[in-house]
């Protein structure tokens, strides 16, 4: 069987241009968080999510320590900063514990990797994810459309690209899909519509760890919309369908969120030389 979280990872760096646009319903709904540092520091720029953390110039050495690190003014600063950041983040955090997928699907982490295990009726179908540069950049909006205020800026959701594994048994490849969310440039309106994309379909030999090149790739920017339609329909039939992307959507969020505060507190801990 392949060995998804390796190939998610090849897939990312394949795949990182930006997407042709598909039209889906928003997901706003979603009832993300807004990430303290963000609402706080930021400074208007619309190259980026994330702002510098220290914006002070940079100060000299002032002690060391017995652990052989430098420790300075500005380290001191740093950590009283990241302090209150982690307090701030830690009220946001809805739950420590991370939401559940419905349907059956079985979760294994590897720190940012997520992956979701379903069997059924014989196949077994496998979701991998990683969290990794999954927020999307809020872009910047009009200043007398955007209200003032922390309690206006943007949510931060996370939209990870996922790919989905179909094995038979007895069969010697998988069916790989490679999707994702792509931007959602209009509203759902009264029908519904798919919120993730089908990017590139392929059959992959079982239990290679990278995605094989020389297999023969289905790129679906130019495809058929009815084959395209039979291919979501396949994915729908296993539990890959807009009720499962929502709740992915929440668990990645979660999940980033989670890995976000242990960043920083790696950090603060890494800074203290403790």
């Known amino acids: 069987m392949l060995k998804s979280l390796s190939r998610a990872a090849h897939l990312a760096a394949r795949l990182s241009g930006k997407s042709a646009a598909v039209p889906g319903i928003s997901i706003s709904s979603i009832s993300p968080f807004s990430r303290s540092i963000w609402s706080r520091c930021h ?19 002032s002690a060391s320590c017995g652990c052989g690190a430098l420790h300075t003014d500005g380290d001191k600063a ?7 950041e982690i307090k701030e983040e830690k009220k946001i955090q809805k739950s420590k514990t ?29 979701v991998t994810f990683n969290v990794n540069n999954s927020i999307p950049p809020q872009l910047e909006e009009e200043p007398e459309q955007t ?45 519904e519509r798919d919120i993730f994309a089908i990017r590139e379909v392929s059959f992959q030999p079982e239990g290679d760890a990278d995605w094989k090149e020389t297999s023969y790739t289905l790129n679906t920017d130019s495809l058929d919309w009815a084959l395209y339609d039979h291919l979501m329909d396949f994915l729908s039939d296993r ?25 920083l507190e790696d950090l603060s801990r890494f800074i203290k030389c403790k």
């Open 43 to 61: 400074n208007g720029a619309a190259s980026g999510y994330r702002p510098k953390l220290l914006t002070s110039k940079r100060l000299l050495p």
């Open 78 to 84: 740093f950590t009283e900063f990241l302090t209150d």
């Open 98 to 126: 991370l939401p559940k997928i419905s349907g059956g699907w079985e979760l294994e982490l590897n720190s940012t990797e997520a992956k979701l295990v379903r069997s059924i009726s014989g196949e077994k179908v496998t």
């Open 147 to 191: 209200p003032k205020g922390p309690e206006h800026e943007p949510d931060i959701v996370s939209t990870p690209n996922f790919v989905v594994e179909v094995t038979k048994q007895g069969a010697t490849n998988s069916l790989v899909f490679d999707c994702h969310f792509p931007e959602d440039e209009t509203s759902g309106g009264e029908e």
């Open 239 to 263: 539990g890959v369908d807009n009720t499962f992307a929502h709740e992915l959507i929440e668990l990645s969020t979660s999940l980033e969120h989670q890995e976000y505060i242990k960043f």
